[in-house]
């Protein structure tokens, strides 16, 4: 008999049944997800593994020594944010021996080169520590998400293969011949392999599994159903889920009865309704593709992409293509296969309005480890750097201003699905979002009763005058009715707590300062939250924002190859205490052969005074190749000064082959 994606789904109806107590997709609505790393996230001591590192050189590629025991000791790092579930990486034993890639042996520290998948990896601890750590984590009310890999087993060194080591694929008959990919082809992506090889110039290959054959779909519907059942697994993450046959990954969500989300590294839209068929959810790249572009540097006004109109029809696209289906996409603000988004702008204004685009449009949030604490490495292997190997501590830092800025919108997020009710379901989740208003650097959205406005202006802009309308009833999405404010009512913008009042049209004025997003809500449905304690009014928000703070910008000259990019790097909080990991990116939009001007701006401490350095980084490497930190680097932020240039400074030297003039 030929096992289909139909038998499995008949076949799983008991094990659905049975999984009653699991988080299905209108659940997995409702939360927000912290994805973890697991070799790079917290350590723990295991005695028995002595060989594990204490530290970790990340261009080495190799384990540095996270364990599912570390995950659990930061628990409270991870809820303080307002997350209400986590992912974590593969858990799989891996392929042990190095493969060699550009001169480095690389280790299967990410979790994604299985070579048993019946047995777990020993790097990151026992089958009672992670039962332990999927333990705490339900006590906390909390949900678990796994990352599997169905696609491909892991690399070797070599060639020919040995099929041998891979347990249970121990034949090439599990395998597809290997091909290069056609990634215009949709069937070269399904059977062809993922890597590099000789062929291609480069050192290996991800042996593809034939995921449409009976044998292969009956061994993974077998173990992802145990595996579930086992170790109480809430959802899955799908890894390379566009190089999987559809077929296999219905089979896969029926058989685990829990939500699946897929990787689907599309930018365009098209492929995602199809997509969508198959299993219950999708990362949204063509919203992060979009969101990027939209902070992304230079961005002009003949820019088609590097705006928020750009941004505006790629949502508007998705959700023609997905009408009610958005909810499940997964809407991220890094990833570990992607540039950190502080490698595009260090300016932590444009941060934070990336983040409100991405926890608060249609679908489910998730944040990658580091985000929190501005992680602003531009490539592979440095966007996947450690935690626990920052200096000063900085690494769980709960007192850093991105970590406190989501756990605002998580809470805030939180509270609104659980009290805008309709029936049983979420007005907030239920709809999707709607744009109200964009021009070339701003995009407003209604979603619910919330209306967010996002900038790509940054640090030091001047302040800008928005009045947002009404928007029109005969333009809303008939599920959501009338969007906008309500006449004579007071909302709460929760980033900065500041009280405004619409008028009797139901218009809102309001500036954007240094910026800044704004996120509005009835302010009196907000009453016991919690989110604001302190509410500000207009004029005092006014004058609050020039009260302890200077928006300083940085304008260094420095002359830079094709290929190369420029961080600066200081010892104050804003600056990233020193922790190359959170280095400021600088923007070269103004950069000239005649004068190669790199840019950033801070908010810094009146009266302090802040010792700073620049380091040239490789954009294609990430490695750094020189720095300059001595000389005339030190920076006195003069209240007296700034609040006479109107609350901003500015920083001027140049870089030369000879160090800082």
């Known amino acids: 008999m030929k096992l289909t994606a139909r038998s499995w789904v008949t076949g799983a109806v008991a094990l659905l049944a049975s999984a009653a107590q699991a988080l299905d997709a ?3 609505k409702r939360q927000s997800i912290y994805q973890v790393m697991t070799d790079r996230f917290a350590l723990a001591v295991v005695n028995d593994e002595p060989y594990l590192p204490r530290s970790c050189n990340v261009s080495a590629q190799t384990y540095c020594g996270g364990t599912w025991k570390g995950i659990e000791s930061q628990l409270d790092y991870i809820q303080g944010m307002g997350f209400t579930a986590i992912w974590i990486s593969p858990i799989v034993a891996q392929v042990e021996a190095p493969v060699t890639d550009g001169g480095i042996a690389v280790e299967a520290y990410h979790g994604y080169w299985a070579r048993d998948i019946y047995a777990l990896n020993r790097r990151f601890g026992t089958k009672q520590d992670l039962k332990d750590l999927i333990k705490a984590v339900h ?3 909390m949900y678990f998400m796994l990352d599997v890999a169905p696609n491909h087993m892991g690399p ?6 040995n099929y041998s080591i891979y347990s249970p694929f121990n034949s090439s008959r599990f395998f597809h011949p290997y091909c290069r990919i056609d990634y215009t082809d949709t069937t070269s992506k399904q059977t062809c392999w993922e890597g590099w090889s000789k062929e291609t110039g480069a050192a290996f290959t991800l042996p593809d599994l034939r995921t449409e054959d009976d044998d292969v779909l009956r061994i993974y519907v077998s173990w992802i159903r145990n595996l579930v059942a086992e170790y109480s697994i809430d959802g ?3 890894d390379a889920a566009r190089h999987v046959q559809p077929s296999m990954l219905t089979a896969l969500q029926a058989a685990a009865g829990v939500f699946s989300i897929g990787e689907f590294s599309e930018g365009d839209v098209a492929p995602y309704v199809g997509f969508l068929d198959a ?3 999708a990362f949204n790249f063509p919203q992060y593709y979009a969101r990027i572009d939209m902070f992304q540097s230079p961005f002009t006004a003949n820019s088609i992409t590097a705006t928020p109109a750009n941004f505006a029809s790629q949502m508007a696209a998705l959700q023609a293509a997905l009408p009610n289906r958005t909810a499940t996409l997964g809407s991220f603000y890094d990833s570990h296969d992607a540039k950190r988004f502080a490698s595009v702008s260090g300016d932590m204004a444009k941060g934070k309005n990336a983040m409100v685009l991405a926890m608060l449009v249609d679908g489910i949030p998730v944040v990658y480890q580091g985000a929190e604490q501005r992680f602003s490495a531009g490539q592979n292997p ?7 190997n920052s200096p000063l501590h900085a690494q769980y830092r709960t007192d850093s201003d991105m970590y406190k800025f989501i756990r605002q919108l998580n809470r805030f997020r939180s509270w609104v699905v659980a009290h805008e009710q309709n029936g049983t379901r979420s007005n907030f989740i239920q709809d999707q979002a709607r744009v109200v208003f964009n021009d070339s650097h701003n995009l407003a959205f209604a979603k619910g009763e919330v209306i967010a406005v996002a900038t790509n202006l940054g640090l030091a802009s001047d302040p800008y005058n928005l009045t947002l309308p009404a928007p029109s009833l005969s333009n809303s999405i008939p599920s959501q009715g009338s969007i906008g404010f309500h006449p004579l009512t007071n909302y709460m913008d929760i980033v900065s707590c500041t009280q405004f009042k ?15 997003p704004r996120v509005f809500y009835p302010a009196a449905k907000l009453t016991n939250s919690g989110l604001c304690g302190t509410v500000l009014d207009e004029k005092t928000e006014t004058h609050a924002h020039g009260k302890d703070t200077c928006v300083v910008t940085f304008e260094m000259e420095v002359a830079t190859s094709f290929g190369e990019v420029v961080y600066l790097l200081g010892d104050a909080p804003q600056l990233g205490s020193g922790d190359i990991l959170q280095a400021l990116a600088l923007d070269s939009s103004l950069y000239t052969t005649e004068r190669p001007l790199w840019t950033v701006a801070a908010e810094l401490a009146l009266g302090s005074t802040v010792a700073y350095g620049l380091l040239k980084v490789s954009a294609n490497s990430g490695e750094e190749l020189s720095r300059w930190m001595s000389g005339n680097n030190t920076i006195v932020v003069n209240a007296g000064a700034c609040r006479k240039a109107g609350g901003r400074l500015v920083v001027r030297t140049s870089w030369k082959t000879n160090g800082i003039n």
Not at 156 to 161: A, C, D, K, T
């Open 382 to 388: 440095y966007y996947r750097a450690p935690l626990f």
């Open 156 to 161: 070797q060194p070599g060639q020919p293969l």
């Open 236 to 238: 899955l993450r799908i």
């Open 502 to 516: 619409a008028n009797k049209d139901g218009k809102l004025s309001f500036q954007l300062i240094r910026g800044y």
């Open 26 to 28: 209108e659940g997995w």
């Open 279 to 281: 299993m219950g959810g």
């Open 139 to 141: 006590a906390r009310g």
